[in-house]
C-alpha cells in the first residue's frame, strides 16, 4: 500500500523556520494537502493543493513541492504553531487518500 | 455556517457492529465528496473511506469488506456501518468534508468507539 513519509519531529526556537517534509512516490502526479492538530483538537486543513492557503491560515505557512517531497514551511513560528503537522495525498489512481505519519512541531 | 456532528460512537465488543452518522449542515452531503478519518488513541490520522458526489466509494484495505459508507440525501447525513470490529478499529472517528482539490476543508469534533471485551 502507499506511504507518505515525515520525520517524527521538528524543533525550532521562536523566531526561526520550520521546514516539514513529506516524501511519497505519486507526489509528482498528486496534490499534497497539510493539516496542523492540537491536542485534543479536529486537524485542521492550512495547505491545500501542494501549496495554497486557505483563507484564515497566517501568511507564515506556505508549501513547495519538489519531486517526490513536499514541504511545509512555517517561517517566524510562534508558541502557538507548536502541534502536530500531518501531510495527506492520494495513490496514483487518486482514489485512494493517505496519511503521513505526522510530525511533532516542538517550539524550543 | 458549516458543521459537522457526528455520533453513534460507543464502546462495542470484538465481532460487534456499530454505526455512525454525521449529521451536516450549512452545505449538501450529497454535492462533496465526503470521508471518514479515524486515529487511534496516541497515533496518527488514518483514512477510512470516501465517497463520492456521483456515489462511488472507497476503502482503506484495514476495513475494505467490514466497513460500509453511505448517505442520507435526505437527512444530509453521512453513515459508517462498521460489521466485525477488532481491537485495532479502536479510535476517535471523524467526518470530513473534501472535493477535488481542496482537501479536508472542513471536521467534525469526533466520536471515540472503543472495542473490548
Known amino acids: 500500500s502507499y506511504e507518505l513519509t515525515q520525520p517524527p519531529s521538528v524543533s525550532v526556537s521562536p523566531g526561526q523556520t520550520a521546514r516539514i517534509t513529506c516524501s511519497g512516490d505519486?507526489?509528482?502526479?498528486?496534490?499534497a494537502y497539510w493539516y496542523q492538530q492540537k491536542p485534543g483538537q479536529a486537524p485542521v486543513l492550512v495547505i491545500y493543493k501542494d501549496s495554497e492557503r486557505p483563507s484564515g491560515i497566517p501568511e507564515r505557512f506556505s508549501g513547495s513541492s519538489s519531486g517526490t517531497t513536499v514541504t511545509l514551511t512555517i517561517s517566524g513560528v510562534q508558541a502557538e504553531d507548536e502541534a502536530d503537522y500531518y501531510c495527506?495525498?492520494?495513490?496514483?489512481?487518486?482514489?485512494?487518500?493517505?496519511f503521513g505519519g505526522g510530525t511533532k512541531l516542538t517550539v524550543l | 455556517e458549516v458543521q459537522l456532528v457526528e455520533s453513534g460512537g460507543g464502546l462495542v465488543q470484538p465481532g460487534g457492529s456499530l454505526r455512525l452518522s454525521c449529521a451536516a449542515s450549512?452545505?449538501?452531503?450529497?454535492?462533496?465528496?465526503m470521508s471518514w478519518v479515524r486515529q487511534a488513541p496516541g497515533k496518527g490520522l488514518e483514512w477510512v473511506s470516501v465517497i463520492y458526489s456521483g456515489g462511488s466509494t472507497y476503502y482503506a484495505d484495514s476495513v475494505k469488506g467490514r466497513f460500509t459508507i453511505s448517505r442520507d440525501n435526505s437527512k444530509n447525513t453521512l453513515y459508517l456501518q462498521m460489521n466485525s470490529l477488532r481491537a485495532e478499529d479502536t479510535a476517535v472517528y471523524y467526518c470530513?468534508?473534501?472535493?477535488?482539490?481542496?482537501?479536508?476543508?472542513?471536521w467534525g469534533q469526533g466520536t471515540l468507539v472503543t472495542v473490548s471485551s
Open positions: 505519486a507526489l509528482p502526479k498528486q496534490y
Open positions: 450549512g452545505f449538501t452531503v450529497s454535492s462533496n465528496y
Open positions: 470530513a468534508r473534501s472535493n477535488s482539490g481542496s482537501g479536508f476543508d472542513y
Open positions: 495527506q495525498s492520494a495513490d496514483s489512481s487518486g482514489t485512494i487518500r493517505v
